[in-house]
Nanobody, 127 residues
Framework: VQLQASGGGLVQAGGSLRLSCAASVRAFSSYTIGWFRQPPGKDREFVAAIYWSGGTTYYADSVKERFIISRDSAKGTVFLQMSSLIPEDTAAYYC?????????????????????WGQGTQVTVSS
């Protein structure tokens, strides 16, 4: 499973960005995809995820109402639409996936269940 994150950049506070995570994998719809971020000097943290079964979405409290995760299974891509960005959103953003068909609803925010990781894409929000 190969994951390619893109779409990061420099944006002013209040602005928007859309991140993409392209997956090179068969049966893409069988994979939960999560987004994590690592702010400078801090640990990596959960941002959002979309479950493989039913498309249920999950969000960190810090991004709820501002970020939206979605998937285009035909294109094998998951998107993270980020709006009302604040300087605290500055981080390297990573997309990741647990093994196919994993039942991880109760651990979806735990990075330990994610076996596959893409490279990061940097998001910088200026004040």
């Amino acid at each position: 499973v190969q994951l390619q994150a893109s779409g990061g950049g420099l944006v002013q506070a209040g602005g928007s960005l859309r991140l993409s995570c392209a997956a090179s994998v068969r049966a893409f719809s069988s994979y939960t995809i999560g987004w994590f971020r690592q702010p400078p000097g801090k640990d990596r943290e959960f941002v959002a995820a979309i479950y493989w079964s039913g498309g249920t979405t999950y969000y960190a409290d810090s991004v709820k109402e501002r970020f939206i995760i979605s998937r285009d299974s035909a294109k094998g891509t998951v998107f993270l639409q980020m709006s009302s960005l604040i300087p605290e959103d500055t981080a390297a953003y990573y997309c990741a996936a647990p093994p196919r068909l994993s039942e991880v609803r109760d651990k979806i925010r735990d990075e330990k269940v994610y076996a596959y990781w893409g490279q990061g894409t940097q998001v910088t929000v200026s004040s």
